[in-house]
């Protein structure tokens, strides 16, 4: 058969709806000979009929290796360059005490971007001194919680936070560590949401204040300046903006180093992952290769050592570890401007778990999870059961024509942001998160339930 002529341009017709795009899911990820999708050893038939749908399915190696893989990627690269790397996991992009043990084990810090993020870390047992705790409006009271824990450096987003760290480190007796966020005005090419260096946006300070800024942090005796922070953005492919921010405050840093030693250089996170099959990937020992290349050269251009490079990667080493299960309800061929039909799979989830599609217009893909098919493939869309026309799950993909009520499909590559932008709408719970290795799964975070719901409605048996 043809490709349908709704079909977006980057989606090939599939010879096989079936298989599986190493790219995009858990490198453990396999159809077994029953047909039905595993995970690390696990039956995605069997953890839906034991743990119910929606479901978010992490592997537990997958994630482990992938955090291995930077840690060691970026420690070669700059040691190379006679420097050194540190490499936080970006709590934001999927946080539960399990996944904080896991990256910490495997060598990373985290960073943290709120009050109940950093509860998050600390009931994992984490050391706050391998925390960074970001954030554009961190309160009085975050603050403060930070700073009297120890937390390992805060980056400070505006010069109001300056004097409010200072006044908490004073507080406690502390001398506290403290990054700068520079806007730096590189635009990466990216969603417009998720570009976090453009001059009209909230994060950040000029690149051009960025000198009287730092002389502020140090007339505090209490503030101890690391150095300047910054992020281009998230799900980038290309490395050039990252080079490019690089060069701009590498000249800055130069000059900062006439008034005291600035140790550090942050330069974020937002490495790009794979959603489809038709998303070409970096591989992360190339983005480390480049980064230490480009501020190498650079730190030679101006005749200064290497410093100590940060990186915050959160998506490349939690997103392509999860697909979230789904259980089919109805489907319906709708014809479309009266020449092409395309098919609409509902599922018993939608924008409540996974709510990337409607925010941003995000690209995934989609399987049949319990069984393969020799049906020719149909151009489907999975909408969520909400009640919006936005409610899409997956925009477009192929699919067997015979997917029907009570299949199982599951989405990959839903490990980053999804769980973490849930929400309760239509007053469903979220979804429970289990974690499988080895063919064994355990609940890491629990499902909602009904009564989770009612029990902060005041006016329940009031």
Same mark, same amino acid.
């Given at each position: 058969?043809?490709?349908?002529?709704?079909?977006?341009?980057?989606?090939?017709?599939?010879?096989?709806?079936?298989?599986?795009?190493?790219?995009?899911?858990?490198?453990?990820?396999?159809?077994?000979?029953? @047909?039905?999708?595993?995970?690390?050893?696990?039956?995605?038939?069997?953890?839906?009929?034991?743990?119910?749908?929606?479901?978010?399915?992490?592997?537990?190696?997958?994630?482990?290796?992938?955090?291995?893989?930077?840690?060691?990627?970026? @420690?070669?690269?700059?040691?190379?360059?006679?420097?050194?790397?540190?490499?936080?996991?970006?709590?934001?992009?999927?946080?539960?005490?399990?996944?904080?043990?896991?990256?910490?084990?495997?060598?990373?810090?985290?960073?943290?971007?709120?009050?109940?993020?950093?509860?998050?870390?600390?009931?994992?047992?984490?050391?706050?001194?391998?925390?960074?705790?970001?954030?554009?409006?961190?309160?009085?009271?975050?603050?403060?919680?930070?700073?009297?824990?120890?937390?390992?450096?805060?980056?400070?987003?505006?010069?109001?936070?300056?004097?409010?760290?200072?006044?908490?480190?004073?507080?406690?007796?502390?001398?506290?560590?403290?990054?700068?966020?520079?806007?730096?005005?590189?635009?990466?090419?990216?969603?417009?949401?998720?570009?976090?260096?453009?001059?009209?946006?909230?994060?950040?300070?000029?690149?051009?204040?960025?000198?009287?800024?730092?002389?502020?942090?140090?007339?505090?005796?209490?503030?101890?300046?690391?150095?300047?922070?910054?992020?281009?953005?998230?799900?980038?492919?290309?490395?050039?903006?990252?080079?490019?921010?690089?060069?701009?405050?590498?000249?800055?840093?130069?000059?900062?180093?006439?008034?005291?030693?600035?140790?550090?250089?942050?330069?974020?996170?937002?490495?790009?992952?794979?959603?489809?099959?038709?998303?070409?990937?970096?591989?992360?020992?190339?983005?480390?290769?480049?980064?230490?290349?480009?501020?190498?050269?650079?730190?030679?251009?101006?005749?200064?050592?290497?410093?100590?490079?940060?990186?915050?990667?959160?998506?490349?080493?939690?997103?392509?570890?999860?697909?979230?299960?789904?259980?089919?309800?109805?489907?319906?061929?709708?014809?479309?401007?009266?020449?092409?039909?395309?098919?609409?799979?509902?599922?018993?989830?939608?924008?409540?778990?996974?709510?990337?599609?409607?925010?941003?217009?995000?690209?995934?893909?989609?399987?049949?999870?319990?069984?393969?098919?020799?049906?020719?493939?149909?151009?489907?869309?999975?909408?969520?059961?909400?009640?919006?026309?936005?409610?899409?799950?997956?925009?477009?993909?192929?699919?067997?024509?015979?997917?029907?009520?009570?299949?199982?499909?599951?989405?990959?590559?839903?490990?980053?942001?999804?769980?973490?932008?849930?929400?309760?709408?239509?007053?469903?719970?979220?979804?429970?998160?289990?974690?499988?290795?080895?063919?064994?799964?355990?609940?890491?975070?629990?499902?909602?339930?009904?009564?989770?719901?009612?029990?902060?409605?005041?006016?329940?048996?009031?």
């Amino acid at each position: 058969m043809t490709a349908s002529p709704l079909a977006p341009g980057w989606l090939a017709h599939p010879d096989d709806a079936n298989a599986l795009a190493p790219a995009v899911w858990p490198a453990s990820a396999v159809r077994g000979g029953d @047909g039905a999708i595993r995970v690390a050893g696990a039956s995605l038939t069997e953890l839906a009929a034991e743990f119910g749908t929606p479901l978010y399915v992490v592997d537990e190696a997958d994630v482990r290796s992938r955090a291995v893989a930077v840690r060691d990627a970026f @420690g070669a690269a700059f040691a190379a360059v006679g420097s050194s790397a540190h490499v936080y996991y970006a709590g934001k992009a999927f946080l539960c005490t399990t996944v904080a043990r896991w990256v910490v084990e495997e060598g990373l810090r985290i960073d943290v971007a709120s009050g109940g993020e950093l509860a998050v870390a600390l009931a994992a047992g984490v050391d706050p001194a391998l925390l960074g705790f970001h954030g554009n409006n961190k309160s009085l009271a975050e603050i403060d919680r930070a700073v009297g824990l120890g937390v390992g450096a805060i980056v400070l987003d505006s010069v109001v936070e300056i004097d409010r760290v200072a006044t908490a480190a004073d507080r406690h007796g502390r001398v506290q560590a403290v990054r700068l966020r520079i806007n730096s005005g590189v635009h990466a090419s990216t969603h417009e949401y998720l570009a976090t260096a453009r001059e009209d946006q909230k994060f950040g300070i000029p690149l051009a204040d960025a000198a009287d800024v730092v002389a502020a942090i140090r007339a505090h005796p209490s503030l101890r300046f690391l150095g300047l922070h910054s992020h281009i953005g998230s799900q980038i492919f290309e490395s050039a903006g990252f080079a490019e921010a690089a060069r701009r405050l590498l000249a800055v840093h130069a000059e900062l180093l006439a008034g005291g030693e600035v140790p550090e250089l942050n330069l974020g996170g937002g490495f790009g992952i794979a959603y489809t099959s038709a998303d070409v990937v970096t591989p992360i020992a190339d983005i480390a290769a480049d980064f230490a290349r480009v501020v190498a050269a650079e730190c030679a251009e101006l005749d200064i050592p290497v410093p100590v490079v940060a990186i915050e990667p959160g998506r490349v080493i939690i997103g392509p570890s999860t697909v979230t299960l789904y259980e089919v309800g109805t489907t319906k061929d709708v014809l479309v401007d009266g020449t092409a039909t395309r098919k609409y799979v509902s599922v018993d989830g939608g924008m409540s778990d996974n709510v990337r599609p409607a925010l941003y217009s995000a690209d995934y893909s989609v399987r049949i999870a319990n069984r393969q098919s020799d049906a020719d493939p149909a151009l489907v869309r999975i909408a969520g059961k909400h009640c919006e026309s936005g409610d899409i799950v997956v925009h477009a993909d192929y699919l067997p024509g015979d997917v029907t009520p009570g299949d199982l499909v599951a989405v990959p590559a839903t490990g980053a942001y999804c769980w973490s932008l849930a929400s309760n709408y239509n007053y469903l719970g979220r979804p429970a998160v289990v974690a499988v290795r080895d063919g064994a799964a355990r609940v890491i975070v629990r499902r909602e339930t009904e009564a989770d719901l009612l029990s902060r409605d005041a006016g329940v048996n009031p």
